[in-house]
């Protein structure tokens, strides 16, 4: 009697499962390679019920607002073939994208996941406003890269993204990296349509700079060889970490103290040649005071300390110079001197060299 009972129910089981079932002729699509500004795409997916009795779709849903899928919810018959239509739109959505419908069904499978995918190659619009920066195929979102503050020692690294807005693959590379750079494209080779990243790492071991470090490298779109590669300009900020000190190695720092902070030149004439000024620097501090960089931010002024050591009660003269002949058309000169030291308290002081142009 036993085992009456469970074949009985093996049976029905069986029958159940036959009763019902839907079958999927293929879960994905790709649409490939498609323009932003050409509208909405479709494709179409087919659900055939392979069992005895009626099934239907009870809910289509979609994981992204760009992606709209349509059906019937009629009952499909035995044998017959729903179909589920799915748009994208791709305005607003370069690069590569993956979206997945989902499918609820009254029978097995009970819930099912659909995949379009694709490239969106973007208009010219979209590419300007998001990667305003072009040279040849490639757009990219800056012609530099800032990696910001970085302690004497440590390493930092910053990426720039990039699209191939071209319908060609393209082996983007760079060329000219400065030593303390490292930097490379990932992926090496870019598809139509999708984005990539110029990825470096920055190396203050390797350089002997202080203060504000400009440098550059050359960015070429493609392996072949290119008249007129993108200068990538990078900029960072050497500085000396001072947060391993104990308070009294802070008590027993050197102090900076720069006199005057600013010079004032009154009126200049291009054509007088160069005029100098001095500046005091003196140590107010109880240990050595070392200058490590003087660096001015105007071509047309200089600078330049007499001694880079300076012991704690003594002072230096810091000597500004300004060459009226490269100040150009400019009305009002506003420069700035900075020096870097030592000093915890003030390790950049800023010097400002001020005149009005006649």
């Given at each position: 009697?036993?085992?009456f009972?469970i074949a009985?129910l093996?049976v029905?089981?069986s029958?159940?499962?036959l009763?019902?079932?839907?079958r999927w ?5 790709s649409?490939?390679?498609?323009s932003e ?7 179409d997916?087919y659900?055939?019920?392979?069992g005895?009795?009626p099934?239907?779709i009870?809910?289509?849903?979609a ?6 899928p349509?059906?019937?919810?009629a009952?499909?018959?035995?044998g ?5 239509h ?19 069904c009254d029978?097995e ?7 379009i ?12 406003s ?6 040849g ?5 800056s012609?530099m890269i800032?990696?910001?503050?970085i ?5 930092k690294?910053?990426?720039l993204?990039c ?6 693959t393209?082996?983007?590379?760079v ?13 090496a ?7 990539f990243?110029i990825?470096t ?8 700079a ?13 392996a072949?060889?290119?008249a007129?590669p993108?200068?990538i ?7 000396e ?14 102090v900076?103290?720069?006199t005057p902070m600013?010079?004032d030149l009154e009126?200049?004439?291009?054509g007088?040649?160069?005029l ?14 070392i200058?490590?960089d ?12 007499k001694?880079?050591?300076?012991k704690?009660?003594k ?12 100040l ?16 915890p ?7 400002r060299?001020?005149a009005?142009?006649?």
């Open positions: 009697m036993k085992d009972i009985a093996l029905v089981a029958a159940a499962s009763s019902a079932a839907g002729l293929g879960k994905e699509h649409f490939g390679v498609i500004d050409g509208g909405t795409v479709y494709c997916f659900l055939v019920n392979d005895s009795e099934m239907s009870i809910d289509v849903r994981n992204c607002g760009c992606t709209r349509e059906y019937s919810p009952p499909i018959a035995p017959d073939t729903a179909v589920i799915v748009g994208f739109l791709p305005e607003g959505r370069p690069g590569q994208f993956v979206k997945r419908v989902s499918v609820d029978v499978p009970l819930r099912s996941s659909l995949t995918s694709g490239t969106v190659v973007g208009s010219a619009a979209t590419l300007r998001r990667f305003p920066m072009e040279i195929p490639v757009r990219l979102r012609s800032n990696y910001g503050k302690y004497r020692g440590d390493t690294g910053q990426s993204e699209i191939n807005a071209s319908a060609d393209l082996r983007p590379r060329a000219d990296v400065p030593r303390y750079l490292t930097a490379l494209v990932e992926p080779v870019v598809p139509p349509g999708e984005r990243i990825a790492v920055f190396k203050s071991s390797l350089t002997d202080w203060g504000a470090l400009e440098g550059s490298f050359k960015f070429y779109p493609d072949a060889p290119s007129d993108l200068e300009r990078t900029v960072a900020i050497l500085a970490d001072f947060s391993k000190l104990s308070p009294q190695e802070l008590r027993d720092a050197p900076i103290d720069v600013a010079v009126q200049l004439q291009t007088q040649g160069k100098t000024r001095s500046v005091t620097v003196k140590n107010t501090g109880r240990s050595v005071l200058v490590r003087v660096a001015s931010s105007d071509p047309a002024v200089t600078a330049k300390i001694d880079t050591k300076i704690p009660g002072s230096t003269r810091l000597d500004v110079t300004v060459d009226t002949d490269l150009g058309d400019k009305r009002l000169l506003n420069a700035r001197i900075s020096i870097t030291a030592n000093a308290d003030d390790p950049v002081t800023t010097v060299v001020v009005e142009l006649k």
